[in-house]
């Protein structure tokens, strides 16, 4: 099979398109045939990539852990998912991930692919609206009538915060910049806060949870326009427990996980039309370096996917 293997620490340029060996499933195991993945832009950053929870250290990785495909087989064991169904998963991190053309999955992580998406749309989901989902709902409890204010509102995450706090019954106020306002309000925020112009600890004030996909100093003034109780939820880089304790704020960090059942009411909002995927670049398996390469650019609109099966061909 043709994959994208990691030969180093470091960048997209480490990352090379080649034959390697089709995996097996073992006892409990899942080989998808993988027919898109989603591209995750920091994973070449993560230190699970490089070696096991375990601290092993892990030979020529395979990155990519958002997938959409079908049930190639199932290994012993395995016996609530049929050969040939349509699925889409977050994988674990510490495993081979989903950017060659099959893969191995857990029964856990595998949930139906949302009927109204294909595949390419169905892999932009799961590791973006997991996060999302577990931030809003898991770690900062959102209900209706709260607010919440979202950094990095267009991003891949936030694209789905927003919809989903809308869904919620939120207040949904977002940071981005002006050419992104009118596609965030169509989404469902608002308020929209021009960055760029405005520092939004001068707009907004007593906010119950602040939601964070940006870090460093977009963090650091955050903390102003959290009410006191509230939450500050970041997953980019751990909030100051001692600035938390200051300002009477909760603060949460943390690593999505994949989520059978949390996937299936995510496709039911989808098929529903109560939230979309939003995809800003499309490119073959073969182009991961320069899609990786982009994303590390920033200033996406949505989420980077890597096609590996051509459904039109």
């Known amino acids: 099979m043709k994959a994208i293997h990691l030969y180093g620490r470091g960048g997209p340029d480490q990352l090379i398109y080649e034959d390697a060996p089709q995996p097996h499933p073992g006892p409990g195991e899942v080989l998808v045939r993988v027919y898109a993945t989603g591209v995750i832009a920091y994973e070449l950053t993560y230190p699970v990539t490089y070696q096991t929870r375990a601290g092993v250290t892990r030979s020529l990785p395979i990155p990519g852990h958002d997938l959409s495909g079908r049930v190639e087989q199932v290994g012993p064991g395995v016996t609530d998912i049929a050969r040939g169904s349509e699925v889409y998963a977050l994988t674990a991190f510490d495993r081979d991930g989903a950017e060659a053309e ?148 909760r603060p949460v960090w943390f690593i999505v996980e994949p989520n059978r059942d949390q996937l299936i009411q995510i496709g039911g909002l989808i098929d529903t039309g109560q939230i979309r995927p939003i995809i800003d670049t499309v490119l073959p398996l073969s182009q991961a370096r320069q899609a990786y390469e982009q994303g590390a650019r920033g200033h996406t609109r949505g989420k980077i996917v890597l096609r590996v099966v051509d459904e039109s061909a």
Do not use: C
């Open 102 to 249: 099959y893969t191995i999955a857990l029964p856990s992580e595998l949930a139906p692919k949302p009927r109204s998406l294909d595949y390419v749309q169905a892999a932009a989901v799961p590791l973006t609206a997991l996060t999302a989902w577990q931030a809003l709902f898991d770690h900062a409890n959102l209900s209706a009538s709260q607010t919440v204010l979202i950094h990095g509102a267009a991003g891949g995450v936030g694209v789905f915060a927003v919809q989903l706090a809308r869904w919620a019954g939120a207040r949904v106020i977002v940071t981005a910049s002006a050419r992104n306002r009118d596609f965030l309000r169509e989404l469902g925020a608002n308020e929209i806060i021009d960055y760029t112009t405005t520092r939004f600890e001068e707009m907004v004030h007593d906010v119950d949870i602040v939601l964070d996909m940006i870090g460093s100093d977009t963090l650091e003034r955050s903390w102003k326009v959290v009410k006191k109780g509230g939450v500050l939820v970041s997953v980019a880089e751990p909030p100051s427990p001692e600035q938390a304790k200051a300002h009477d704020v």
